[in-house]
């Protein structure tokens, strides 16, 4: 019998679309040798697709019914491109019910999801060049001589807090930063 592969996709984000392309391209990729199962996470709850099918899956195991039979995964693929996929939240998830998964752990997950927090914990290694960054926030007042001096041209603004497929903006002149 062939490992059951639950692959994760969509998400909470903008970015849930690109999630589904890249969940399809892994169980193409893997059907020969495992028996994966796509899982659409959304706002609405997690469904397993089995052919054109979606299955209710519950949350506290896991598991899902099909006909008469109760179902898991032995593993799951996360392809979820943003949260709750990269944040470190279904990695609780899956450490709490005991499936394993690949990719980061919880703390790894949430640390790197955020770019400012990341930032400033990578500071402090010794060998590691980092990068100047700022964080802002919409309430800050802005000075952007003090921010073009300490950070530079051309600069990249990013939200801390999401993916890097969305929401990214080079800036290649001080009047191209406010709008980024």
Same mark, same amino acid.
């Given at each position: ?69 109760? +179902?898991? $995964? !032995? ?10 996929? #990269? &944040?470190?939240? =279904?990695?609780?998830? @899956? ?15 949430? +640390?790197? $999801? !955020? ?10 290694? #010794? &060998?590691?060049? =980092?990068?100047?960054? @700022? ?46």
């Amino acid at each position: 019998m062939k490992t059951r592969v639950g692959i994760l996709m969509g998400g909470y984000s903008s970015e849930s679309h690109i999630s589904e392309k890249s969940a399809r391209v892994v169980a193409r990729s893997i059907e020969e040798s495992f028996n994966p199962i796509l899982i659409n996470v959304s706002n609405e709850g997690w469904f397993a697709i089995e052919g054109k099918t979606e299955f209710q899956v519950d949350l506290n195991s896991l598991t899902y019914t099909s006909g008469n039979q109760q +179902l898991g $995964f !032995d593993v799951i693929f996360n392809a979820i491109h943003g949260t709750p996929g #990269e &944040d470190g939240k =279904i990695q609780g998830l @899956l450490d709490m019910v005991g499936i394993a998964y690949t990719g980061s752990g919880v703390l790894s997950s949430a +640390l790197s $999801f !955020d770019k400012g927090k990341c930032n400033t914990f990578l500071k402090d290694c #010794e &060998d590691l060049n =980092i990068a100047n960054s @700022l964080v802002l926030r919409r309430e800050d007042e802005i000075n952007l001589t003090h921010l073009m001096n300490q950070i530079g041209i051309p600069c990249f603004v990013k939200p801390c807090n999401a993916g890097s497929s969305y929401g990214i903006s080079k800036v290649n002149s001080e009047q191209d930063f406010l709008p980024a």
